[in-house]
Nanobody, 116 residues
Framework: QVQLVESGGGLVQPGGSLRLSCTAS????????MKWYRQAPGKQRELVAA????????IYGDSVKGRFTISRDNAKNTVYLQMNSLKPEDTAVYYC?????????WGQGTQVTVSS
């Protein structure tokens, strides 16, 4: 059974940091590209960051470049999203995504709220 389980969301003040984790099971994690998406209320889901299986440089959405860092630990079947200098506009549900060719899996999402 395929599972992607996100954790690490919560409430943080503007300028603060959070680290999201997504742990995978039920498929060969190391050969899948991993991505983080987010969706704010009333807005479309947008790509935040992506990291390839091996040797591919990560990519980032324009709104998070220089503030967020995606990484993966294939030994732990986990992808991370380090979020620094958080802004209120980063408030959203963050989703983990795994994709390889026509296979695609989604996590259930974790809420991130940036507010004072």
């Amino acid at each position: 059974q395929v599972q992607l389980v996100e954790s690490g969301g919560g409430l943080v003040q503007p300028g603060g940091s959070l680290r999201l984790s997504c742990t995978a099971s039920g498929f060969t994690f190391s050969i899948y590209a991993m991505k983080w998406y987010r969706q704010a209320p009333g807005k479309q889901r947008e790509l935040v960051a992506a990291i390839g299986s091996i040797g591919v440089a990560p990519i980032y959405g324009d709104s998070v470049k220089g503030r967020f860092t995606i990484s993966r630990d294939n030994a732990k079947n986990t992808v991370y999203l380090q979020m620094n200098s958080l802004k209120p506009e980063d408030t959203a549900v963050y989703y983990c995504n795994a994709r390889r060719n026509s296979d695609e899996y989604w996590g259930q999402g974790t809420q991130v709220t940036v507010s004072s």
